[in-house]
């Protein structure tokens, strides 16, 4: 049962015990029957890890950005980045936990000299400190998860369960669907507005390189020369690799097509999927997911 349940019931209890009594009841009686599960951020993070095959990733990225181990959990949010605005909502709901998929200060690695100069650090790290709380990026490790927690989490979304196999998750295959419509089904589905993509709007798709997230042109064009997709699906490149790999190309003849949906909107399934998780397993605390949303507009 989780919180919110416990929560319910105490309050109905309250109601059927009547209002008088419950005044006379000792403090006592009420906290035996509030939530005994209690968790420590380190509990959390090291039962999210014991569930990734091969456990701990050694040299991971995947670190505190804020809090300690020891600290008392009150409730969880999961996100893509800790924003202000999502730390902002973490304060409204009382929760003092929030695990995103990306970093809170701007640099894969984590922490950097450069980072911890800058005012916005200062003004991130106080409010963080003064409302007590924990941030624990989960990157590497719900990529490792089985399935890929990103990667299912974003297939699920987009309603493509059964042409999906989580041992090779790198491409995708769906019955054959012309580009217009394909772009058509990503924004509905993941809820975009507008997106970037490269190729002839009628071009039959069906066998889509999936790379939601980000990855270099070193890692993902190979990929691409591997497999030889219809159409490159992805959250986010240096415009100046795979982009220009797509379009050389094209103009060689090849029928590829490419589609950016932008980093946060690419992969907030994934955080999604890490609060379904936290929901199963760990019981007694509030799980919220709130979406970071994709910060860029276009006009
Ligand atoms: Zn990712």
Known sequence: MEYTGRRKFLIDATKAAGSAVILASPISNLAAIQPTDTWTVGQIMDLFINDVPGGLIPNTVDVLHAGDRDMQVTGIITTMFATVEVIRKAIDLNANFIIPHEPTYYNHAGKADWVEGLDIYKFKSEL???HNIAIWRNHDHIHRHFPDGVRSGVISKLGWDKYFDPKNNQVVVIPEIPLEKLIEHIKQKLGITMLRYMGDLAQPCRKILFNPGFNTGSIVIPVIEREKPDVVLGGEFHEWETPE???????SGHPI???IMGHADSEE??????????KENVKGVNVTHVPAKNPLSFM
């Not at 399934?269 to 998780?277: F, I, V």
């Open 269 to 278: 399934p994934g955080s999604e999927y890490m609060a379904q998780w936290l």
């Open 128 to 130: 963080l400190k003064k």
């Open 257 to 259: 097509s490419m589609v």
């Open 245 to 251: 790999y797509v379009r050389d190309l094209q103009l």
